[in-house]
């Protein structure tokens, strides 16, 4: 089945620590994305991809990392000078020009 | 700059009851508009979305919306809600191309027997 995952679900770091979240698609999408989705705020748009490569900053890109080498692939970085890293993080995938982002499960990232 | 505002945070119905969830949005052009649901800890799974064409636009499991231009709005509904459909709902707006979307702050939805 085609989908997206993400991995772990949970994640739990002590603070001053980076931590790199998983994502991979299946689907053949083009663009990938990294949403943040702390309660009453909706979901805030970290880093996006549309080609392998290449990446652009969204609202809140501070204190996070992404690479996109390979074109099932963008993992995300949380460093440590991510200011309030705990949140739920979502991934999403999406063929480029037409309607719609597939998301993954998510990872609820704690840190302690 | 593109928003969306969703002016109902919580609301609830009685199962069997009709649906309708509020969305708003700012585009400077003719929109990309989505609504979403998300169960409690997952991800969020796209319900319908509207482009061009008929601006009533039918979805998966019942559910409908209808863009209105002269309203900047895109309000989602479903005739009779069953307790199954209890969970969050997101509208967004986007453009074409890479579709970077803005979502909305959501609305949580309770289903009371």
Redesign the interface.
């Known amino acids: 089945d085609g989908g ?1 995952t ?1 991995s772990p679900k949970y994640l739990f770091r002590k603070e001053g620590q980076n931590v790199t979240l998983s994502c991979e698609q299946n689907l053949n999408h083009d ?1 990938m994305y990294w ?1 943040r989705q702390d309660p ?6 970290i880093y ?1 991809s ?1 080609i392998v490569n290449d990446f652009q900053k ?1 609202d809140i890109a501070e204190g996070y990392s992404v690479s996109r080498e390979k074109k099932e692939s963008f993992p995300l970085t949380v460093t440590s000078a991510q200011k309030n890293p705990t949140a739920f993080y ?1 991934c ?1 995938s ?1 063929p ?11 990872t ?1 990232l704690t840190v302690l | 700059a593109q928003s969306v505002t969703q002016p109902d ?1 919580h609301i609830t119905v009685s199962e069997g009851a009709s649906l309708e969830l509020r969305c708003n949005y700012s585009y400077g052009a003719t929109p ?1 508009l ?1 609504w ?1 649901v998300q169960s409690p ?6 319900l319908l ?1 509207y ?1 061009s064409g008929d601006t009533l636009v039918q979805g998966i499991k019942g559910f409908e919306a209808e863009f209105k231009r002269s309203q900047s709005s895109f309000n989602l509904r479903k005739p009779s809600v069953h307790w199954s459909d209890a969970a969050e709902y ?1 509208c967004a707006v ?1 453009a ?6 803005t ?4 609305t949580k939805l309770q289903v009371i027997p």
């Open positions: 997206i993400q663009a949403y009453g705020q909706g979901l805030r748009l996006y549309q969204g979502l999403a999406s480029l020009g037409q309607g719609g982002q597939f998301f993954g499960p998510g609820r | 945070i990309y989505f979403y800890g997952q991800g969020l799974q796209l979305k482009f997101f986007g074409g191309g890479y579709q970077k979307v979502f909305g702050i959501g």
